[in-house]
């Protein structure tokens, strides 16, 4: 049985989205056809002004509101701005300022290095990470890419090309999670967990 155009539309649009198949798309759409008209239309005046309404920081390429030249923790005098935390995506700005415990700054780099991706450092936010490290007095660097082969491969590349200048490079640890067993735990990370273990006082 074929769809009318407009579910269909949308089915196929939700289901473009990351983490959303096809079943999930569906019910999505038939749930918003059932949903209060109001609801629909909140629903489509927000993703209206998503693009239009936010833009990226000029100073560490996190998304802020459009109009504001920097976003509210590069605004905040309060931030120690001798250390950089150096992210791949906004989403990793939002879990470190949860934990409430990073009082620094940030750089966006808005990827990982990938050459299967075809992702180089040309097209991340490196060129402008080199300019902050010239200009501004940065005492220590920290890089907090995923822990993935991506995301190791771009510390390794910032890592050396940070080198020439009077910077600490530090790397997030890595270890076992709060509440895990060892027996559930993979070689690499226990690897690490032994790696980084440290004196208890």
Known sequence: MSLPLPIQNLIDALSRLPGIGPKTASRLTFYLLRA??????????????????????????????????????????ARDRS??????????????????????????????????????????KIRELMGRCEQEDIREVILATNPSM??????????????????QITRLARGLPMGGDLEYADQSTLLRALAGRQYMD
Do not use: W
């Open 36 to 77: 209060p008209d109001n609801f629909s239309l909140d629903l489509a005046e927000a993703l209206d002004v998503l693009k239009s309404g936010t833009a990226f920081c000029q100073r560490c390429y996190n998304i802020t509101e459009a109009g504001r030249v920097e976003c509210i923790v590069c605004a905040d005098e």
């Open 150 to 167: 991506e995301g190791d491969a771009t510390a390794m590349y910032l890592r050396g090309q940070l080198a020439h200048f009077d910077i």
């Open 83 to 124: 250390i950089l935390c150096i992210v791949e995506e906004p989403l990793d700005v939002l879990a470190l300022e949860r934990t409430d415990g990073f009082r620094g700054v940030y750089h966006v780099l808005h990827g990982a290095l990938s050459p299967i991706e075809g992702i180089s450092p040309e097209d991340l």
